[in-house]
Protein backbone atom coordinates (compact mmCIF):
# COMPACT_ATOMS: atom_id res chain seq x y z
CA UNK A 1 0.00 0.00 0.00
CA UNK A 2 2.98 1.88 0.58
CA UNK A 3 4.55 1.55 -2.28
CA UNK A 4 0.97 2.46 -4.20
CA UNK A 5 0.76 5.67 -1.97
CA UNK A 6 4.92 6.61 -3.03
CA UNK A 7 3.80 6.09 -7.05
CA UNK A 8 0.64 8.05 -6.67
CA UNK A 9 3.26 10.99 -5.14
CA UNK A 10 5.59 10.49 -8.23
CA UNK A 11 2.94 11.13 -10.32
CA UNK A 12 1.91 14.04 -9.06
CA UNK A 13 5.35 15.40 -8.41
CA UNK A 14 6.19 14.71 -12.43
CA UNK A 15 3.05 16.60 -13.32
CA UNK A 16 2.80 19.42 -10.83
CA UNK A 17 2.75 22.41 -13.16
CA UNK A 18 0.05 20.99 -14.76
CA UNK A 19 -2.59 19.98 -12.47
CA UNK A 20 -2.18 23.47 -10.80
CA UNK A 21 -2.62 24.72 -14.26
CA UNK A 22 -6.05 22.61 -14.39
CA UNK A 23 -7.00 23.37 -11.03
CA UNK A 24 -6.63 27.16 -11.41
CA UNK A 25 -8.66 27.08 -14.46
CA UNK A 26 -11.59 25.01 -12.97
CA UNK A 27 -11.32 27.02 -9.87
CA UNK A 28 -11.51 30.70 -12.27
CA UNK A 29 -14.46 28.97 -14.38
CA UNK A 30 -16.42 28.58 -11.45
CA UNK A 31 -16.47 32.05 -9.83
CA UNK A 32 -18.00 33.44 -13.67
CA UNK A 33 -21.50 32.39 -14.95
CA UNK A 34 -22.02 31.99 -18.91
CA UNK A 35 -22.80 36.08 -18.98
CA UNK A 36 -19.75 37.02 -17.27
CA UNK A 37 -17.27 34.78 -19.31
CA UNK A 38 -18.72 36.01 -22.54
CA UNK A 39 -19.07 40.04 -21.16
CA UNK A 40 -15.21 39.03 -20.23
CA UNK A 41 -14.18 37.62 -23.44
CA UNK A 42 -15.85 40.85 -25.19
CA UNK A 43 -14.04 43.22 -22.92
CA UNK A 44 -10.83 41.26 -24.32
CA UNK A 45 -11.51 41.85 -27.66
CA UNK A 46 -11.91 45.52 -27.68
CA UNK A 47 -8.76 45.94 -25.05
CA UNK A 48 -5.20 47.92 -25.80
CA UNK A 49 -3.14 45.03 -27.77
CA UNK A 50 -0.62 45.62 -25.56
CA UNK A 51 -2.68 44.03 -22.60
CA UNK A 52 -3.70 41.27 -25.18
CA UNK A 53 0.29 41.07 -25.90
CA UNK A 54 0.93 40.58 -21.96
CA UNK A 55 -1.85 37.94 -21.76
CA UNK A 56 -0.54 36.13 -25.14
CA UNK A 57 3.43 36.36 -23.13
CA UNK A 58 2.58 35.09 -19.66
CA UNK A 59 -0.03 32.02 -20.96
CA UNK A 60 3.49 31.07 -23.34
CA UNK A 61 5.57 31.62 -20.36
CA UNK A 62 3.05 28.92 -18.37
CA UNK A 63 3.42 26.45 -21.70
CA UNK A 64 6.65 27.16 -21.50
CA UNK A 65 7.38 26.36 -18.02
CA UNK A 66 5.26 23.44 -18.57
CA UNK A 67 7.09 21.61 -21.23
CA UNK A 68 10.15 22.22 -19.86
CA UNK A 69 9.13 20.60 -16.77
CA UNK A 70 8.01 17.30 -18.76
CA UNK A 71 10.18 14.35 -19.12
CA UNK A 72 11.39 13.83 -22.38
CA UNK A 73 10.41 11.64 -24.60
CA UNK A 74 12.77 8.68 -25.44
CA UNK A 75 12.71 6.80 -29.14
CA UNK A 76 14.43 3.47 -30.09
CA UNK A 77 14.97 4.57 -33.57
CA UNK A 78 16.31 1.18 -34.42
CA UNK A 79 18.72 -1.99 -32.93
CA UNK A 80 20.60 -4.34 -34.62
CA UNK A 81 21.70 -8.11 -33.39
CA UNK A 82 25.04 -9.86 -34.16
CA UNK A 83 24.41 -13.18 -36.39
CA UNK A 84 27.53 -15.84 -35.20
CA UNK A 85 29.61 -17.11 -38.54
CA UNK A 86 28.37 -20.68 -39.72
CA UNK A 87 32.19 -21.77 -38.74
CA UNK A 88 31.14 -21.20 -35.20
CA UNK A 89 28.39 -23.75 -34.74
CA UNK A 90 28.16 -26.35 -32.07
CA UNK A 91 25.94 -29.08 -32.59
CA UNK A 92 25.13 -31.15 -29.56
CA UNK A 93 27.21 -34.15 -30.93
CA UNK A 94 30.05 -31.18 -31.30
CA UNK A 95 29.84 -30.35 -27.54
CA UNK A 96 29.31 -33.77 -26.41
CA UNK A 97 32.51 -35.05 -28.09
CA UNK A 98 34.68 -32.27 -26.71
CA UNK A 99 33.62 -32.80 -23.17
CA UNK A 100 33.86 -36.45 -23.14
CA UNK A 101 37.85 -35.65 -24.56
CA UNK A 102 38.27 -32.39 -21.85
CA UNK A 103 36.39 -34.27 -18.82
CA UNK A 104 37.77 -37.77 -19.64
CA UNK A 105 38.76 -38.59 -16.20
CA UNK A 106 34.93 -36.81 -14.74
CA UNK A 107 32.26 -39.12 -16.77
CA UNK A 108 29.82 -38.09 -13.83
CA UNK A 109 30.27 -34.91 -15.19
CA UNK A 110 29.53 -35.31 -18.77
CA UNK A 111 26.71 -37.29 -18.51
CA UNK A 112 25.70 -34.59 -16.43
CA UNK A 113 26.18 -32.20 -19.09
CA UNK A 114 24.14 -34.69 -21.74
CA UNK A 115 21.22 -34.52 -19.26
CA UNK A 116 21.67 -30.69 -18.93
CA UNK A 117 21.49 -30.20 -22.97
CA UNK A 118 18.75 -32.18 -23.64
CA UNK A 119 16.40 -30.52 -21.23
CA UNK A 120 18.05 -26.72 -22.30
CA UNK A 121 15.83 -25.60 -24.66
CA UNK A 122 18.52 -25.22 -27.21
CA UNK A 123 18.81 -26.26 -30.80
CA UNK A 124 21.63 -27.67 -33.09
CA UNK A 125 22.48 -23.77 -34.86
CA UNK A 126 23.96 -22.05 -31.01
CA UNK A 127 27.29 -21.26 -31.42
CA UNK A 128 30.67 -20.32 -29.38
CA UNK A 129 33.74 -18.40 -30.30
CA UNK A 130 36.78 -19.72 -31.39
CA UNK A 131 38.90 -20.49 -28.95
CA UNK A 132 35.90 -22.84 -27.51
CA UNK A 133 36.22 -24.80 -30.75
CA UNK A 134 40.10 -26.14 -29.80
CA UNK A 135 40.93 -29.23 -27.27
CA UNK A 136 41.37 -27.87 -24.72
CA UNK A 137 39.97 -25.16 -25.23
CA UNK A 138 41.72 -21.76 -25.48
CA UNK A 139 40.73 -18.69 -23.42
CA UNK A 140 43.55 -16.38 -23.24
CA UNK A 141 43.17 -13.15 -22.75
CA UNK A 142 43.86 -11.69 -27.09
CA UNK A 143 41.39 -14.52 -27.77
CA UNK A 144 38.71 -12.72 -25.47
CA UNK A 145 39.51 -9.22 -27.22
CA UNK A 146 38.97 -11.12 -30.71
CA UNK A 147 35.80 -12.36 -29.77
CA UNK A 148 34.56 -9.20 -28.21
CA UNK A 149 35.86 -7.12 -31.50
CA UNK A 150 33.54 -9.24 -33.64
CA UNK A 151 30.39 -9.96 -31.78
CA UNK A 152 30.22 -5.85 -31.12
CA UNK A 153 32.09 -4.17 -34.30
CA UNK A 154 29.63 -6.40 -36.43
CA UNK A 155 26.29 -5.31 -33.90
CA UNK A 156 27.50 -1.87 -34.61
CA UNK A 157 28.03 -1.79 -38.29
CA UNK A 158 24.97 -3.31 -39.09
CA UNK A 159 23.49 -0.54 -36.55
CA UNK A 160 25.01 2.43 -38.66
CA UNK A 161 24.03 0.53 -41.69
CA UNK A 162 20.13 0.47 -40.70
CA UNK A 163 19.98 4.09 -39.45
CA UNK A 164 22.59 5.92 -41.64
CA UNK A 165 24.07 7.15 -38.35
CA UNK A 166 28.00 8.20 -38.35
CA UNK A 167 29.92 7.04 -35.69
CA UNK A 168 31.31 10.65 -35.15
CA UNK A 169 27.84 11.87 -34.97
CA UNK A 170 27.41 9.67 -31.13
CA UNK A 171 27.20 11.62 -28.08
CA UNK A 172 26.65 8.90 -25.76
CA UNK A 173 28.27 5.47 -25.83
CA UNK A 174 27.20 2.43 -22.77
CA UNK A 175 28.61 -0.94 -23.47
CA UNK A 176 27.61 -3.56 -21.08
CA UNK A 177 29.52 -6.88 -20.66
CA UNK A 178 29.02 -8.97 -17.22
CA UNK A 179 32.28 -11.13 -17.07
CA UNK A 180 34.96 -9.53 -19.41
CA UNK A 181 36.27 -6.09 -17.83
CA UNK A 182 39.60 -5.87 -19.75
CA UNK A 183 41.97 -2.98 -19.25
CA UNK A 184 41.16 -0.81 -21.61
CA UNK A 185 37.62 -1.27 -21.34
CA UNK A 186 35.42 -2.35 -23.86
CA UNK A 187 33.75 1.13 -24.12
CA UNK A 188 37.72 2.32 -25.20
CA UNK A 189 37.94 0.18 -27.75
CA UNK A 190 35.06 1.07 -29.38
CA UNK A 191 36.08 5.23 -29.22
CA UNK A 192 39.21 3.89 -30.67
CA UNK A 193 37.97 1.27 -33.39
CA UNK A 194 35.74 3.92 -34.75
CA UNK A 195 37.44 6.84 -33.84
CA UNK A 196 34.78 8.72 -31.98
CA UNK A 197 34.71 12.25 -30.94
CA UNK A 198 36.77 13.46 -27.63
CA UNK A 199 34.27 14.77 -26.29
CA UNK A 200 31.74 11.31 -26.07
CA UNK A 201 30.21 10.57 -22.76
CA UNK A 202 31.35 6.69 -22.70
CA UNK A 203 30.48 4.18 -19.96
CA UNK A 204 30.91 0.41 -19.30
CA UNK A 205 28.86 -1.34 -17.24
CA UNK A 206 30.28 -5.16 -15.91
CA UNK A 207 29.53 -7.69 -13.80
CA UNK A 208 25.63 -7.00 -13.44
CA UNK A 209 24.67 -10.36 -15.25
CA UNK A 210 22.02 -10.88 -17.86
CA UNK A 211 19.70 -7.66 -17.10
CA UNK A 212 22.61 -5.36 -17.49
CA UNK A 213 21.22 -4.50 -20.90
CA UNK A 214 17.83 -3.06 -19.51
CA UNK A 215 20.55 -1.12 -16.78
CA UNK A 216 21.85 0.13 -19.69
CA UNK A 217 18.53 1.57 -21.40
CA UNK A 218 17.93 2.97 -17.66
CA UNK A 219 21.32 4.96 -17.79
CA UNK A 220 20.70 6.15 -21.20
CA UNK A 221 17.20 7.17 -20.52
CA UNK A 222 19.10 9.27 -17.17
CA UNK A 223 21.29 11.08 -20.01
CA UNK A 224 18.92 11.74 -22.48
CA UNK A 225 17.08 13.26 -19.75
CA UNK A 226 19.93 15.41 -18.73
CA UNK A 227 21.48 16.22 -22.45
CA UNK A 228 18.78 17.67 -25.11
CA UNK A 229 19.35 16.98 -28.86
CA UNK A 230 21.06 13.75 -28.05
CA UNK A 231 21.32 10.27 -29.04
CA UNK A 232 22.57 7.30 -27.58
CA UNK A 233 24.14 3.74 -28.49
CA UNK A 234 23.88 0.96 -26.11
CA UNK A 235 25.80 -2.08 -26.76
CA UNK A 236 24.73 -5.21 -25.02
CA UNK A 237 26.90 -8.50 -25.36
CA UNK A 238 28.89 -11.28 -23.18
CA UNK A 239 31.67 -12.32 -24.43
CA UNK A 240 32.17 -16.20 -23.69
CA UNK A 241 35.80 -16.99 -24.33
CA UNK A 242 37.17 -16.08 -21.01
CA UNK A 243 34.63 -17.81 -19.03
CA UNK A 244 34.05 -21.40 -19.93
CA UNK A 245 34.27 -23.57 -17.15
CA UNK A 246 36.53 -26.63 -17.61
CA UNK A 247 35.91 -28.07 -14.01
CA UNK A 248 33.90 -30.76 -12.33
CA UNK A 249 31.75 -29.51 -10.01
CA UNK A 250 28.24 -29.57 -11.32
CA UNK A 251 26.78 -26.60 -10.24
CA UNK A 252 29.16 -24.81 -12.45
CA UNK A 253 28.58 -26.67 -15.53
CA UNK A 254 25.21 -25.25 -16.21
CA UNK A 255 26.47 -22.22 -18.09
CA UNK A 256 28.40 -24.22 -19.98
CA UNK A 257 25.21 -25.24 -21.64
CA UNK A 258 22.98 -22.54 -21.82
CA UNK A 259 25.25 -19.29 -22.53
CA UNK A 260 26.55 -18.77 -26.35
CA UNK A 261 27.69 -16.07 -28.78
CA UNK A 262 25.45 -12.95 -28.96
CA UNK A 263 25.34 -9.01 -28.82
CA UNK A 264 23.17 -6.37 -29.89
CA UNK A 265 23.21 -2.85 -30.62
CA UNK A 266 20.58 -0.20 -29.85
CA UNK A 267 20.23 3.35 -31.04
CA UNK A 268 18.23 5.85 -28.63
CA UNK A 269 17.31 9.70 -29.35
CA UNK A 270 15.48 12.25 -28.07
CA UNK A 271 15.51 14.51 -30.89
CA UNK A 272 12.10 15.49 -32.12
CA UNK A 273 13.57 15.00 -35.83
CA UNK A 274 13.65 11.03 -34.76
CA UNK A 275 10.23 10.63 -33.91
CA UNK A 276 9.00 9.83 -37.41
CA UNK A 277 11.22 6.97 -38.36
CA UNK A 278 11.71 5.75 -34.56
CA UNK A 279 10.24 2.32 -33.78
CA UNK A 280 9.73 2.87 -30.45
CA UNK A 281 8.99 4.68 -27.51
CA UNK A 282 10.27 4.36 -24.32
CA UNK A 283 7.58 4.00 -21.42
CA UNK A 284 8.96 2.67 -18.37
CA UNK A 285 11.93 1.34 -16.82
CA UNK A 286 11.20 -0.25 -13.29
CA UNK A 287 14.53 -2.05 -11.74
CA UNK A 288 14.24 -4.37 -8.44
CA UNK A 289 17.11 -5.15 -6.91
CA UNK A 290 17.38 -7.69 -3.74
CA UNK A 291 21.13 -7.41 -3.35
CA UNK A 292 20.36 -6.97 0.37
CA UNK A 293 18.50 -10.86 1.02
CA UNK A 294 22.09 -12.67 1.55
CA UNK A 295 20.68 -15.38 -0.63
CA UNK A 296 19.35 -13.21 -3.23
CA UNK A 297 23.02 -11.98 -3.59
CA UNK A 298 24.91 -15.58 -3.37
CA UNK A 299 22.21 -17.19 -5.87
CA UNK A 300 24.40 -16.40 -9.19
CA UNK A 301 27.60 -16.24 -7.96
CA UNK A 302 31.20 -16.57 -9.70
CA UNK A 303 33.59 -18.44 -7.56
CA UNK A 304 36.96 -20.92 -7.49
CA UNK A 305 36.19 -24.77 -7.61
CA UNK A 306 38.30 -26.99 -5.41
CA UNK A 307 41.14 -27.12 -8.15
CA UNK A 308 41.39 -23.53 -8.50
CA UNK A 309 38.92 -23.21 -11.98
CA UNK A 310 36.75 -20.29 -11.65
CA UNK A 311 32.85 -20.63 -12.81
CA UNK A 312 29.83 -19.02 -12.39
CA UNK A 313 27.73 -21.22 -9.28
CA UNK A 314 24.32 -21.31 -10.12
CA UNK A 315 21.77 -21.96 -6.29
CA UNK A 316 19.36 -24.47 -6.69
CA UNK A 317 16.81 -21.51 -5.04
CA UNK A 318 17.80 -20.03 -8.50
CA UNK A 319 13.86 -19.41 -9.75
CA UNK A 320 12.62 -19.13 -6.24
CA UNK A 321 14.58 -16.01 -5.80
CA UNK A 322 13.59 -14.88 -9.34
CA UNK A 323 10.06 -15.17 -8.76
CA UNK A 324 10.44 -13.15 -5.73
CA UNK A 325 12.22 -10.25 -7.31
CA UNK A 326 9.53 -10.38 -10.16
CA UNK A 327 6.89 -10.15 -7.62
CA UNK A 328 8.18 -6.78 -6.21
CA UNK A 329 8.62 -5.74 -9.98
CA UNK A 330 5.21 -6.08 -11.18
CA UNK A 331 4.39 -4.76 -7.92
CA UNK A 332 5.96 -0.85 -9.14
CA UNK A 333 5.38 -1.45 -12.45
CA UNK A 334 1.81 -2.78 -12.13
CA UNK A 335 -0.09 0.67 -11.50
CA UNK A 336 2.14 2.07 -14.13
CA UNK A 337 0.59 -0.18 -16.80
CA UNK A 338 -2.91 -1.88 -15.99
CA UNK A 339 -6.24 -0.88 -16.40
CA UNK A 340 -8.17 0.23 -13.43
CA UNK A 341 -9.92 -2.87 -12.33
CA UNK A 342 -6.67 -4.77 -12.41
CA UNK A 343 -5.11 -2.61 -10.16
CA UNK A 344 -8.39 -2.58 -8.10
CA UNK A 345 -8.34 -6.43 -7.61
CA UNK A 346 -4.68 -6.37 -6.78
CA UNK A 347 -4.73 -3.85 -3.80
CA UNK A 348 -7.76 -5.72 -2.41
CA UNK A 349 -5.94 -8.89 -2.70
CA UNK A 350 -2.90 -7.47 -0.69
CA UNK A 351 -4.99 -5.66 1.81
CA UNK A 352 -7.01 -8.63 2.21
CA UNK A 353 -3.58 -10.87 2.87
CA UNK A 354 -1.49 -8.25 4.24
CA UNK A 355 -3.93 -6.63 7.12
CA UNK A 356 -7.40 -8.98 7.25
CA UNK A 357 -5.01 -12.09 7.47
CA UNK A 358 -6.89 -13.75 4.93
CA UNK A 359 -5.56 -17.13 3.70
CA UNK A 360 -5.64 -15.76 -0.15
CA UNK A 361 -3.34 -16.62 -2.78
CA UNK A 362 -1.42 -13.29 -4.04
CA UNK A 363 -3.13 -11.94 -7.37
CA UNK A 364 -1.67 -12.01 -10.31
CA UNK A 365 -2.53 -9.16 -12.67
CA UNK A 366 -3.92 -10.08 -15.98
CA UNK A 367 -1.10 -8.33 -17.77
CA UNK A 368 -2.25 -9.61 -20.84
CA UNK A 369 -4.60 -6.45 -20.85
CA UNK A 370 -1.74 -4.03 -21.11
CA UNK A 371 0.74 -5.65 -23.58
CA UNK A 372 0.37 -7.27 -27.15
CA UNK A 373 4.50 -8.74 -26.98
CA UNK A 374 6.26 -10.45 -24.13
CA UNK A 375 10.04 -10.50 -24.41
CA UNK A 376 10.94 -12.72 -21.55
CA UNK A 377 15.25 -13.26 -20.85
CA UNK A 378 15.90 -16.82 -22.93
CA UNK A 379 17.97 -17.60 -19.91
CA UNK A 380 16.78 -21.15 -19.96
CA UNK A 381 13.31 -23.37 -20.72
CA UNK A 382 12.65 -23.03 -17.06
CA UNK A 383 12.98 -19.17 -16.69
CA UNK A 384 10.26 -19.34 -19.48
CA UNK A 385 7.90 -22.06 -18.21
CA UNK A 386 7.80 -20.00 -14.48
CA UNK A 387 7.23 -17.07 -16.17
CA UNK A 388 4.73 -18.12 -18.21
CA UNK A 389 2.77 -20.20 -15.55
CA UNK A 390 3.14 -16.67 -13.15
CA UNK A 391 2.06 -14.74 -15.80
CA UNK A 392 -0.78 -16.86 -17.44
CA UNK A 393 0.94 -16.33 -20.94
CA UNK A 394 0.06 -18.89 -24.21
CA UNK A 395 2.28 -20.44 -26.24
CA UNK A 396 2.25 -17.77 -28.31
CA UNK A 397 3.04 -15.14 -25.89
CA UNK A 398 6.34 -16.97 -25.08
CA UNK A 399 6.87 -17.78 -28.62
CA UNK A 400 9.63 -15.49 -29.02
CA UNK A 401 11.64 -16.52 -26.25
CA UNK A 402 11.59 -19.87 -26.49
CA UNK A 403 12.46 -19.76 -30.81
CA UNK A 404 15.49 -17.24 -29.38
CA UNK A 405 16.68 -20.14 -26.80
CA UNK A 406 16.60 -22.52 -29.61
CA UNK A 407 18.26 -21.20 -32.26
CA UNK A 408 21.00 -18.40 -30.32
CA UNK A 409 20.44 -20.13 -27.37
CA UNK A 410 21.32 -17.88 -23.68
CA UNK A 411 22.95 -14.44 -25.04
CA UNK A 412 22.84 -12.77 -21.34
CA UNK A 413 21.83 -9.13 -21.82
CA UNK A 414 20.72 -9.45 -26.03
CA UNK A 415 18.52 -12.25 -25.68
CA UNK A 416 15.98 -9.61 -25.42
CA UNK A 417 16.83 -8.09 -28.85
CA UNK A 418 16.85 -11.17 -30.76
CA UNK A 419 13.42 -11.60 -29.39
CA UNK A 420 11.96 -8.06 -30.40
CA UNK A 421 13.97 -9.05 -34.00
CA UNK A 422 11.31 -12.26 -33.97
CA UNK A 423 8.38 -10.61 -33.36
CA UNK A 424 9.14 -7.99 -36.08
CA UNK A 425 10.85 -10.69 -38.32
CA UNK A 426 7.22 -12.22 -38.14
CA UNK A 427 5.14 -9.00 -39.04
CA UNK A 428 3.52 -9.22 -35.93
CA UNK A 429 4.52 -5.96 -34.66
CA UNK A 430 1.86 -3.37 -35.22
CA UNK A 431 1.74 0.84 -34.69
CA UNK A 432 0.55 0.78 -31.03
CA UNK A 433 1.27 -2.33 -29.67
CA UNK A 434 2.72 -2.56 -26.15
CA UNK A 435 6.23 -4.43 -25.28
CA UNK A 436 7.23 -5.82 -22.21
CA UNK A 437 11.04 -6.64 -21.97
CA UNK A 438 11.75 -8.61 -18.90
CA UNK A 439 15.20 -9.23 -17.58
CA UNK A 440 16.79 -11.17 -14.19
CA UNK A 441 20.79 -10.69 -13.65
CA UNK A 442 23.02 -11.32 -10.97
CA UNK A 443 22.84 -9.18 -7.73
CA UNK A 444 19.88 -10.55 -7.55
CA UNK A 445 18.56 -8.21 -9.98
CA UNK A 446 15.06 -8.33 -11.98
CA UNK A 447 14.44 -5.37 -14.23
CA UNK A 448 11.73 -4.37 -17.00
CA UNK A 449 11.16 -2.10 -19.48
CA UNK A 450 7.99 -1.06 -21.57
CA UNK A 451 7.74 -0.05 -25.30
CA UNK A 452 5.13 1.67 -27.33
CA UNK A 453 5.53 1.04 -31.46
CA UNK A 454 5.91 4.27 -32.90
CA UNK A 455 4.86 2.99 -36.01
CA UNK A 456 4.22 0.40 -39.08
CA UNK A 457 7.17 -1.75 -38.89
CA UNK A 458 7.83 -3.33 -42.79
CA UNK A 459 8.31 -7.42 -42.09
CA UNK A 460 12.03 -7.41 -43.84
CA UNK A 461 14.28 -9.49 -42.83
CA UNK A 462 17.34 -8.47 -45.12
CA UNK A 463 19.40 -7.29 -42.04
CA UNK A 464 17.92 -9.68 -39.44
CA UNK A 465 19.16 -12.17 -37.19
CA UNK A 466 16.53 -14.55 -38.25
CA UNK A 467 17.51 -13.34 -42.27
CA UNK A 468 17.88 -17.26 -42.59
CA UNK A 469 15.70 -19.70 -40.53
CA UNK A 470 12.62 -17.03 -39.68
CA UNK A 471 10.49 -19.21 -42.16
CA UNK A 472 11.20 -22.57 -40.10
CA UNK A 473 10.54 -21.32 -37.00
CA UNK A 474 8.33 -21.67 -34.86
CA UNK A 475 8.96 -25.19 -34.29
CA UNK A 476 8.12 -27.86 -31.54
CA UNK A 477 10.77 -27.44 -29.26
CA UNK A 478 11.15 -31.34 -26.99
CA UNK A 479 10.94 -31.38 -23.15
CA UNK A 480 13.98 -33.67 -23.64
CA UNK A 481 16.08 -33.85 -27.17
CA UNK A 482 17.72 -36.97 -27.81
CA UNK A 483 21.83 -36.75 -27.91
Not at 87 to 108: G, K, Q, W
Not at 231 to 255: C, F, H, M, R, W
Request: contains cysteine.
Amino acid sequence: MIKHLKLVVQYVERHFVMLVLILSINVGALRFSTDEILALWTSLLITDPIQILSICLVLFLIATIYLMSRPRTIYLVDHACFKPPFTCRVPFSTFMEHSRLILREAPDSVEFQMRLLGRSGLGEETCLPPAIHYIPPTPTLEAARREAEMVISSALDSLFKQTGLKAKDIDILIVNCSLFSPTPSLSAMVVNKYKLRSNIKSFNLSGMGCSAGLISISLAQDLLEVHSNSNAVVVSTEIITPNYYQGKDKDKLLPNCLFRMGGAAILLSNRWSDRWRAKYRLVHVVRTHRGSDNEAYKCVFEEQDGEGKVGISLSKDLMKIAGSALERNITTLGPLVLPVSEQVMFVLNMIGRKFLKRQWNAYMPNFKRAFEHFCIHAGGRAVIDVLQKRLDLSDEHVEASRMTLHRFGNTSSSSLWYELSYIEAKGRMKKGDRVWQIAFGSGFKCNSAVWKCNRRIKTTITNSPWSDCIDRYPIDVPKVAIL
